[in-house]
T-cell receptor, first 113, second 114 residues
Framework: DTEVTQTPKHLVMGMTNKKSLKCEQHMGHRAMYWYKQKAKKPPELMFVYSYEKLSINESVPSRFSPECPNSSLLNLHLHALQPEDSALYLC????????????FGPGTRLLVL | AQTVTQSQPEMSVQEAETVTLSCTYDTSESDYYLFWYKQPPSRQMILVIRQEAYKQQNATENRFSVNFQKAAKSFSLKISDSQLGDAAMYFCAYRSAYNNDMRFGAGTRLTVKP
């Protein structure tokens, strides 16, 4: 089972809204990732959690706030986003840090109005 | 910093034929992993094949195989007996063995003609 699930599939929000994206995996993976993907571009790494601790933050604006409540769950809290933040947000997980293949979820398509 | 280059923005292949997608990378690290991911219109990133840099043998997964040339820093993907379902964006990716950083190439859009 290599399934990573993400909810919601689609999200439309205004610039003053607060919303959260959710990612879940039950493969026992200990590293989880958030990527942002604009249309016709490759994914860009945003955050990495390793053993539930934030290990990489790729200079992402503070309006994006990650959270890893436990080893199976990863959230991305959104607040005061800009229209240019509209993108596909992909979650991925891997067995451990540094060596293992990343498995991706289906993504959340976000539109900021 | 590591960079990944895919020089073919678009490729086309006839159904049942063979196509090769190119990828080169730049790194000073000795240990790393290389991947090909497929992203169909549904946007789900699907792992196609992976290669460990310390392995000389080229990875193979059914109709998919790679030509890994470590000295040349080249990692091409060969798709044999192409099927309509192979049509997608293909991303080459580099992952360091020393951290969680993974870098993607710009992608190659593959069209399969019936």
């Amino acid at each position: 089972d290599t399934e990573v699930t993400q909810t919601p599939k689609h999200l439309v929000m205004g610039m003053t809204n607060k919303k959260s994206l959710k990612c879940e995996q039950h493969m026992g993976h200990r590293a989880m990732y958030w990527y942002k993907q604009k249309a016709k571009k490759p994914p860009e790494l945003m955050f990495v959690y390793s053993y539930e601790k934030l290990s990489i933050n790729e200079s992402v604006p503070s309006r994006f706030s990650p959270e890893c409540p436990n080893s199976s769950l990863l959230n991305l809290h959104l607040h005061a986003l800009q229209p240019e933040d509209s993108a596909l947000y992909l979650c991925a997980s891997s067995q451990g840090p540094g060596i293992e293949t990343q498995y991706f979820g289906p993504g959340t398509r976000l539109l900021v109005l | 910093a590591q960079t990944v280059t895919q020089s073919q923005p678009e490729m086309s292949v006839q159904e049942a034929e063979t196509v090769t997608l190119s990828c080169t990378y730049d790194t000073s690290e000795s240990d790393y992993y290389l991947f090909w991911y497929k992203q169909p219109p549904s946007r789900q990133m699907i792992l196609v094949i992976r290669q460990e840099a310390y392995k000389q043998q080229n990875a193979t997964e059914n109709r998919f195989s790679v030509n890994f040339q470590k000295a040349a820093k080249s990692f091409s993907l060969k798709i044999s007996d192409s099927q309509l379902g192979d049509a997608a964006m293909y991303f080459c990716a580099y992952r360091s063995a020393y951290n969680n950083d993974m870098r993607f190439g710009a992608g190659t859009r593959l069209t399969v003609k019936p």
